[in-house]
């Protein structure tokens, strides 16, 4: 399975930014949990958020609560992080991960790149201030 993440860009500080991410099989992801992560210059990369494959739960990293909203629509295929207020330190490159999950997988512990089967390739995020 190929994800694609698309939709980053150059923003000021405040601003918002819409990432998509897609898979190259139409009904794969309705069966996977989506994540995103986030790699900046010089550090490892770390998890932003996940959401489960029916959309119910979200789990985010408390660094983006309340600024980021994970979502997702199976029906078009794709899955988006909303990231509002955006600050200096969102600036990496974000990538969105899957895994093929049981309708009631428990995606709270799904914050290691380890539990994820199937990457994409990153969409730079850079915010000025």
């Known amino acids: 399975v190929q994800l694609q993440a698309s939709g980053g860009g150059l923003v000021q500080a405040g601003a918002s930014l819409k990432l998509s991410c897609s898979t190259s099989?139409?009904?794969?992801?309705?069966?996977?949990?989506v994540g995103w992560f986030r790699q900046a210059p010089g550090k490892e990369r770390e998890f932003v958020s996940v959401?489960?494959?029916?959309?119910?739960?979200?789990v985010y990293a408390d660094s983006v609560k309340g600024r980021f909203t994970i979502s997702r629509d199976n029906a078009k295929n794709m899955v988006y992080l909303q990231m509002d207020n955006l600050k200096p330190e969102d600036t990496a490159v974000y990538y969105c991960?899957?895994?093929?999950?049981?309708?009631?997988?428990?995606?709270?512990?799904?914050?290691?790149?380890?539990?994820?089967?199937?990457w994409g390739q990153g969409t730079q995020v850079t915010v000025s201030s």
């Open positions: 099989r139409r009904a794969a992801i309705s069966r996977m949990a």
């Open positions: 959401v489960s494959r029916g959309g119910s739960s979200q």
């Open positions: 991960a899957a895994r093929d999950t049981i309708l009631t997988w428990d995606i709270t512990r799904m914050t290691k790149e380890s539990d994820y089967q199937f």
